[in-house]
């Protein structure tokens, strides 16, 4: 059988997710007896408060097990519509929230409802990995604006307007930024708000997944802006901020038409999510901000020693994010440098040169659109984040050339 004829282009054509296989190079050199240091995955390292997985065993006690409405229970939709108003200044109606099996399903369900073949998106570059992949499942076409370190990785309003095209029909972010930290202010909202609004039928999503873990002046969510009100697509979920990982709960606020096509795509995928997940969820979102806060503290602390040690590094080139838990140097100054067998062309190699001389785990800034960075995340314990840079910092110091 030719298997390859078989599978579809779309499949073929489709990255593997890049974070999802250094964790796991990671846990299987782990099984092997090798202590590899996991500074690859996006996880906080907290488990779930101990209220939330209550109010879950509540849900379940009470024989909360049945299926769902597809946008979600109609009490945490209302609950997401409360913390909207709440921490972003939103307006929505629980009609206009669909809650999905993780944000990462929350936005692929917008590309497939709105984009046609051929529709540009254009994406703030560096990007989550799964962004590009998403638009091109949907037959759209991504568009990537790109931002280094010397920009903090954010881009201006005058290269948003440049790569605006008759066919931009999505603008794709987040903030705080997955892979960078990077934070838009109110102020650089709003600069970028005044592009869009001489383009009136583009849609913005933006994803605010990251948004309790922000080190900076108060959150803000474009949205909440007068003239993007009515086309801007808010993503959120529990994942990070709650440290609800394993729950796969997101959601959007959007537009009604736009959260009824969402509605739409996903009865004909996966249907609701799952009932108990979202009995816990409107017990967080409504209750337990303040734990949120303070894993919000340690993650602080966390960054604060990784950036000091990491910043005496001879050739890493750090700045200083305001949101996430990822570090994203620019390592440009190992390429072309090499020790026995690795010689450094690229983030790539650099990447597969600290998992096999330092037993480092982490992630080339090329699948996140950036290729002279590589991303760490200090998801991770005080003790292995200071080990990792030390052995990062010994393994850098044997390239030569």
Known sequence: MNTSRLLSDRVKQMEESATIKMAQRARDLNAQGIHVINLSVGEPDFDTPESIKAAAKTALDQGITHYTPVPGLMELRQAVATKFKRDNNLEYTAQQIVVSNGAKQSIANVCLSLLNPGDEVIIFSPFWVSYPEMVKMAEGVPVLVHAGIDQDFKITPEQLESAITDKTKIVLFSSPCNPTGSVYTKLELEALARVLEGHPDIVVISDEIYEYINFGEKHFSIGSLPSM?????????????????????????????????????????????????????????????????????????????????????????????????????????????????????????????????????????????????????????????????????????????
Request: aromatic share 10%; net charge neutral.
């Open 229 to 401: 009100k009515d086309r801007t697509v808010t993503v959120n979920g529990f994942s990070k901020g709650f440290a609800m990982t394993g729950w796969r709960l997101g959601y959007i606020g959007a537009p009604a038409w736009i959260a009824s096509a969402c509605a739409k795509v996903q009865g004909q995928f996966t249907s609701g999510a799952n009932s108990f997940s979202q009995k816990a969820a409107e017990y967080a979102i409504l209750n337990e901000v303040p734990a949120c806060e303070t894993m919000r503290d340690v993650f602080l602390s966390r960054r604060d020693l990784f950036l000091e040690k990491l910043s005496a590094i001879p050739g890493l080139k750090v700045n200083k994010p305001q949101g996430a838990f990822y570090v994203f140097p620019d390592v440009s100054a190992f390429f072309g440098k090499k020790h026995g067998e690795f010689v450094i062309n690229n983030a790539d190699d650099l990447s597969e040169y600290l998992l096999s001389e330092a037993h480092v785990s982490l992630v080339s800034g090329i699948p996140f659109g950036a290729n002279a960075c590589i991303r760490m995340s200090y998801a991770n314990s005080e003790e292995e984040i200071l080990e990792a840079a030390d052995r990062i910092k010994n393994a850098l110091a044997k390239l030569e050339g």
